[in-house]
């Protein structure tokens, strides 16, 4: 039998001018899938739009993300808090590491397959946070795991 669950705001931080929030999720499934399945028309991971859309601080708010271990994971800002959702382009690049996306894989709680739906993607996190402002000496930065830490592992061919 499934267990059910929920996705819940955990918290919202208000950051730049007060616009945009980053909205942390506590990310679980009721059955109908916590996840968006291709990158939203503006999504921050793609390399095709511009960027400085969001501010640097809501970039520096969410590294967390991407650091080892981590239960946190990257939400769809589309969604927003209303309805809660991870985004598709997190869990493509950079949830490899993210013990929580890692738990509800394995449970079966992601809703796939997931696509990039032909878009480019930044490689990880922390390219997508310098090429959007972030300074790549910023020390949210120092723990984020992705595909530039040496000692990372080849990818899996999908």
Not at 3 to 15: L, Q
Not at 56 to 68: K, M, Q
Request: proline share 6%.
């Amino acid at each position: 039998m499934r267990r059910k669950r929920s996705t819940r705001v955990e918290n919202i931080r208000h950051c730049g001018d007060g616009e945009h929030a980053v909205v942390s999720l506590l990310s679980a499934s009721d059955g109908k899938g916590w996840n968006r399945r291709e990158p939203c028309e503006q999504c921050p991971w793609r390399k095709d739009l511009p960027t400085g859309t969001f501010p640097a601080e809501a970039f520096r708010i969410s590294a967390n993300t991407a650091y080892d271990a981590s239960f946190n994971t990257f939400a769809c800002h589309m969604h927003g808090s209303e309805k809660p959702s991870t985004c598709a382009s997190f869990l493509l690049q950079n949830a490899d590491n993210n013990l929580g996306v890692r738990i509800a894989a394995m449970r079966g709680d992601i809703k796939r397959p997931i696509t990039d739906g032909g878009f480019p993607l930044y490689d990880d996190y922390r390219a997508m946070a310098i090429a959007n402002g972030v300074s790549p000496d910023d020390e949210a930065l120092t723990l984020c795991r992705g595909n530039h830490d040496s000692y990372r592992r080849p990818r899996r061919k999908r």
